[in-house]
């Protein structure tokens, strides 16, 4: 599906709905295929192989505090975990905010045909108002301004206060970060059939979907599955919102 409106000033001048979700799922592949790719270095990892790196230059900043490779492989779980939860927000809000560009330039156009000037303020004001909001309030501008409904709104938020809970701490759960059932939720997303692998993009239905939480006190941890699981959330979130625009354009036709 393809636009050429009156972008906001700092916007390219065609916007193209379809190249804008090839992108970002080609972006969303390398993610996937980068985990895959540090699951595996991570379990051919061994503790001689670490200790030999270790001494490759001949020098540490401080020897004493030189950790073990039990105490590395327990921190780079950690790492692994907090990245992937960071990237993952961080494309959320990529993908929350192009859509909203689309949104705001179909609507504005649809309601002021024919008035670019009046179109091009509003869609930049509109556009400006929205990239600074947090997650929550975007996902209430997209119901209440154009009927937008995002099934996975409550996985991408928990990304949010997980994250939150690796800054301060540590991993592990606090009341801020639990919703009213007093844990903090996923949903996260899987093909039925591991060895028929489904491919999201071609076919955004029929997957399979499980439920992870963690309670007050728990230490946020992935499986390595779970991990995988997130970046396929991600994916079907973006997909689930490109189908909202495109539907959203077909409803309201931009005047000439």
Do not use: W
Not at 68 to 86: G, K, T, Y
Not at 96 to 109: G, P, S, T
Not at 183 to 208: C, M, S, W
């Amino acid at each position: 599906m393809q636009f050429q409106p009156n972008p906001p000033q700092g916007q390219p001048r065609e916007l193209n709905l379809q190249k804008m979700a090839e992108q970002f799922l080609m972006g969303m592949q390398r993610h996937f295929d980068m985990l895959c790719f540090n699951l595996v270095s991570r379990e051919a990892a061994n503790e001689s192989a670490y200790l030999e790196k270790s001494r490759l230059s001949g020098a540490m900043p401080v020897v004493p505090l030189h950790q073990n490779f039990e105490q590395m492989q327990a921190q780079a779980r950690d790492l692994l975990n907090a990245q992937i939860l960071n990237d993952s927000l961080n494309l959320c809000f990529h993908v929350i905010n192009n859509c909203h560009l689309f949104l705001a330039v179909i609507k504005a156009n649809h309601e002021n045909p024919g008035q670019k000037e009046k179109v091009q303020q509003l869609v930049q004001q509109n556009q400006q108002a929205f990239v600074a909001k947090q997650m929550d309030q975007k996902f209430n501008d997209l119901e209440q301004e154009y009927g937008v409904m995002c099934e996975l709104e409550d996985t991408i938020l928990s990304f949010g206060f997980a994250i939150q809970a690796f800054a301060q701490q540590a991993g592990i759960v606090r009341e801020p970060q639990l919703d009213d059932n007093q844990e903090l939720p996923f949903e996260l997303v899987y093909g039925k059939d591991p060895l028929n692998i489904h491919d999201l993009a071609r076919q955004p239905t029929d997957y399979a979907t499980e439920s992870k939480a963690f309670k007050e006190g728990e230490k946020i941890s992935f499986s390595d599955k779970e991990l995988q699981g997130i970046l396929n959330t991600v994916t079907l979130f973006a997909l689930q919102l490109f189908r909202s625009v495109q539907t959203y354009g077909q409803e309201h036709p931009m005047g000439s």
